[in-house]
């Protein structure tokens, strides 16, 4: 249990102790995110007071109308009843063929344009894929820090990774970091999120390119977790067919898979439909492995028709309808996605302050030489104080978020912040909380 060094706090200090002691969380620096949920909801409900929960990445907005319609239209039409094709209802397909021209500037064939549920089940399947390749790569590197549950289900399926957190290898010396790594010959992927959950770094085409050229020149492929889509707000990514698009690694190689999730740019998250593009050329690759374990030597024939049936037998049919109905409405130019989201940039802009003017600093602060985008996550830290200590002690002062420490990076002594579920009305008790936490521990 972690000392403070007021008792008089925010939130009551008996309360909150004793709802950690009764969690069973034995170190609040390890909790996963859904034991944090738990534990700030059980606070919330016997103090009565509401916490600035910044734990989890929870959409704070309403999802699009015209997704929602599609949904009510496509059940009422009785959808519901058949079972959904695996890989994707025909128009789903076509939209986020267009949506990737439009916003990546990347050209697809429809086939190579995948439903999932949410882009968790792209990573599983794709982690499922890609180590059946080859029997001596049989590795998955993160490129670090990443959502902890990409590793979570290697765990579930038995499988390796190797990671390192990417603070100190920015820009050129990505390079030799990289091929530190694969040239011992078992890594099988290379997968990022970018923008980064958890600390909103986003890679430059510079390191796009490095990563995209090892890729081609070690045989392996790249999962590119594009969770916040076109949310680097730094630039202005909305206008379909326009520069600029969406940076990605698919510019620099052939090998490579798109995880585009619709839960954060749509607000999509409670109907668990994501997209993953593949490239037309991994798509037809042909594998003797293949061949062997599954009957047919081609890979995006054994994704759909062994893997994603295996999985889910596709994805939920209305869903899908919903899904096609919002991209068609972005590709043909009527909803600009990027505005509803933009919100998220402007409060972390407004509570990065709120945290450095209090004695906070930020972890993840630049890429290579620009400083980094206010965006849907950010990190922090207090001084020399450890995370383990910090993200307990913020408990008492209505404050939540997660350990650094579970996400890969190698700063233990970080918070990631979420700044979804803040609300503007929330700044002032922001405020008045960090306040009184820099008074107690300044010194
Ligand atoms: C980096 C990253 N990848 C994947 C996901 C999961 O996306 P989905 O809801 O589409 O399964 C998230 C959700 O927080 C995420 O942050």
Redesign the pocket.
């Given at each position: 249990m972690t000392l403070l060094k007021n008792q008089n706090t925010p939130i009551d200090y008996t309360i909150v102790k004793n709802k950690i002691a009764a969690s069973g969380i034995k170190n609040i620096g390890s909790a996963s995110i859904r034991e944090l949920v738990s534990l700030v909801n059980d606070i919330e409900k016997e103090s009565g007071k509401k916490f600035i929960r910044m734990e989890m990445?929870v959409p704070g907005l309403m999802p699009p109308e015209v997704g929602t319609q599609a949904e009510i239209n496509a059940l009422k039409m009785g959808v519901a009843s058949k079972y959904p094709m695996i890989d994707g209802v025909a128009h789903l397909k076509d939209e986020i063929a267009r949506f990737v021209k439009n916003f990546l500037n990347i050209a697809v064939n429809r086939r190579s344009c995948i439903p999932?549920?949410?882009?968790?089940?792209?990573?599983f399947a794709a982690f499922l894929m890609l180590n059946k390749l080859n029997p001596i790569k049989d590795t998955v590197l993160f490129i670090d820090p990443?959502?902890p549950?990409?590793k979570q289900q290697l765990d579930v399926l038995n499988q390796k990774y190797a990671t390192f957190d990417v603070y100190n290898y920015r820009g050129d010396a990505l390079k030799e970091k990289l091929e530190s790594y694969v040239s011992k010959g078992n890594i099988s992927s290379i997968i990022y999120?970018n923008p980064?959950?958890?600390s909103w770094i986003c890679f430059t085409d510079k390191e796009l390119k490095i990563i995209g050229e090892i890729a081609t020149k070690y045989g392996i492929v790249v999962i590119e977790?594009l969770?916040?889509f076109a949310m680097d707000f730094r630039k202005d990514y909305s206008k379909p067919g326009q520069a600029p698009y969406q940076p990605s690694v698919a510019h620099y190689t052939d090998n490579w898979i798109l995880?585009i999730?619709?839960?954060?740019v749509f607000s999509y998250?409670g109907q668990?439909?994501?997209m993953m593009v593949l490239s037309d050329a991994l798509f037809t690759k042909e594998y003797a492995t293949l061949n062997k374990s599954f009957g047919h030597p081609q890979f995006g024939h054994n994704l759909i028709y062994k893997v994603l049936y295996a999985l889910s037998s596709g994805v939920t049919h209305s869903a899908q309808y919903g899904l096609a109905a919002m991209l068609k409405a972005v590709n043909d130019g009527k909803f600009d996605f990027i505005s509803e989201v933009k919100i998220y940039g402007e409060r972390a802009g407004v509570m990065k302050k709120l945290f450095t003017g209090n004695g906070f600093s930020i972890v993840y602060d630049k890429d290579e030489d620009k400083p980094l985008a206010d965006g849907f996550y950010f990190t922090f830290s207090y001084k020399n104080m450890s995370g383990d200590d910090l993200l307990e002690r913020l408990l008492y002062y209505g404050i939540s978020g997660i350990s650094l420490g579970i996400t890969g990076s190698e700063h233990s002594e970080g918070i990631r912040a979420c700044v979804s579920q803040t609300k503007s009305t929330q700044f002032k008790d922001l405020e008045i909380r960090l306040k009184q936490f820099h008074k107690d521990y300044f010194n």
């Open positions: 990445g999932t549920v949410g882009s968790m089940q792209g990573g990443g959502f549950v990409q999120s980064n959950n958890p977790d969770a916040y995880l999730s619709s839960s954060k998250a668990r439909v994501g």
